[in-house]
């Protein structure tokens, strides 16, 4: 294997080059291979770092879906053993465990944002939430459209209501620290966007089942640090819909009352994240948490900002810019922060409600649906984070695989690793 020119090498070389090479032994038949560990370090990469990347990349190089190939199944094999040969003395348990639960976490992401939404439907994300806390210990909320409704969520139940796939809100909570209070987590679950009566045209309805991939990173953020014990309390929430057209489908013009009360009016129905999201935050703030964090598929616009290379955000917050900052060269996801200057509030000023729910066609739409969401936080710390682009991968190649990414777990566990 070549890794370049010495003054280029880094861990994003190191990441692809195991990546492909895993993949490339695995499709030759390997079983099992040896990775000689000293070859990859020098002055820049030392040890540590290296044994965590290299096990975290050929496990998310190595990744496949085959849950619905009927064909010619027992002839997809994996590798069933990794080894890392090394001279050195130090012991790497801690760090391969590290990278062993968050690719874990990324595969069982990806599985679930891959399974297809006449299978994936609202309840059986929350069905599926519920096993996983379980599983974990975790304590676990299930609501119903009827509580749903009863607590006064218009927005969601809005989206919610074009769909015979009814929605669920799940709400999991880890305990890792005595005292502090939650980090909350939301995360957005379409599991399927049609648009709604602003319906997609081909070829931008396909692939919508992408649209739960923040929920489902959430879920497994959860599970990953209640696994790694990490000293912190979290709290995860997903609004779990669907968006759909019928009779009963919410139409441009409504307007819709959100869980704090602002009233929202509809301007174009294929903006529902932003909607799900208004009372899922402010369900969030709520709880007076420390922090929140949104993980969202949010907007087509992101692939304008950044392309497929990076994930754009916002941050309301200094601490939690310097965290996700530190964040993003460790885990290997790039991301970029987008400004919320008061002049984009104008756009979102609504002639008979509180607010619009979106700007001005073509103009900075990042931004201006992050503006929207803003009104729902309560001025509580606060980090959006736009995954409309980097969820989804359209190549095979290096640590990435068509199809979902896991956009956000790595990233996620390296600004929780050791949160204080
Ligand atoms: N889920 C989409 C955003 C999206 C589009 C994610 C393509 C991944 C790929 C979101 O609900 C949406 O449709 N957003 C609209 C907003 C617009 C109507 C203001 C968009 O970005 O076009
Ligand atoms: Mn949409
Ligand atoms: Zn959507």
């Known amino acids: 294997m070549g890794l370049g020119e010495q003054e280029k090498y880094n861990f994003d070389i190191l990441a692809a080059v195991i990546a492909d090479a895993s993949k490339r032994l695995r499709d030759n038949g390997a079983e099992s291979f040896s990775i000689f560990l000293d070859s990859f370090v020098n002055g820049k990469i030392r040890y540590e770092g290296a044994v965590e990347k290299i096990t975290l990349s050929s496990l998310m190089g190595l990744y496949k879906f085959t849950e619905y190939k009927t064909k010619d199944k027992d002839k997809i094999k994996n590798i069933k053993q990794i080894s890392i040969v090394t001279n050195s003395n130090n012991s790497f348990e801690n760090e391969i465990k590290y990278a062993y639960v968050v690719a874990d976490a990324v595969s069982k992401t990806r599985d679930l944002v891959n399974t297809p939404p006449n299978v994936a439907t609202p309840e059986y994300v929350a069905d599926y939430a519920k096993e996983l806390a379980k599983r974990n210990g975790l304590k676990c ?248 682009t980097t969820v989804w991968s359209k190549v095979d190649k290096g640590i990435l695989t068509k199809g979902a990414t896991g956009a956000t777990v790595r990233l996620m566990m390296e600004l929780l690793r050791e949160w204080k």
């Open 141 to 388: 909320t299930v609501f119903d459209e009827k509580q749903i409704e009863k607590m006064k969520m218009g927005c969601f139940i809005g989206v919610a209501k074009g769909s015979i796939n009814k929605p669920r809100m799940v709400v999991i909570e880890y305990n890792g620290s005595k005292s502090k209070k939650p980090v909350a987590i939301v995360g957005k679950g379409v599991t399927f966007d049609s648009g709604g009566l602003n319906l997609k045209p081909y070829p931008y309805i396909l692939n919508m089942k992408d649209d739960k991939a923040g929920a489902v990173a959430a879920i497994h953020i959860i599970e990953a640090c209640s696994r790694l014990k990490l000293h912190l309390n979290l709290t995860v929430v997903t609004p779990l819909c669907e968006n759909m057209i019928d009779a009963a489908s919410y139409r441009p013009d409504d307007v819709l009352t959100a869980f704090n009360g602002i009233t929202v009016e509809i301007k174009n129905t294929d903006a529902e994240g932003r909607l799900i999201l208004a009372d899922a935050l402010s369900y969030a703030a709520e709880k007076k948490p420390q922090a929140i964090i949104d993980i969202a598929t949010l907007t087509g616009a992101s692939l304008v900002v950044l392309g497929y290379v990076g994930t754009p955000f916002v941050c309301t917050d200094e601490n939690l810019r310097k965290k996700i900052n530190e964040a993003s060269p460790k885990s290997l996801e790039k991301v970029w922060e987008l400004p919320l200057w008061q002049e984009y509030d104008e756009s979102l000023k609504s002639d008979i409600a509180d607010v619009k729910h979106i700007g001005d066609e073509g103009e900075a739409g990042v931004i201006t649906a992050a503006m929207f969401l803003k009104n729902f936080v309560n001025e509580l710390p606060w980090l959006h984070i736009d995954i409309g």
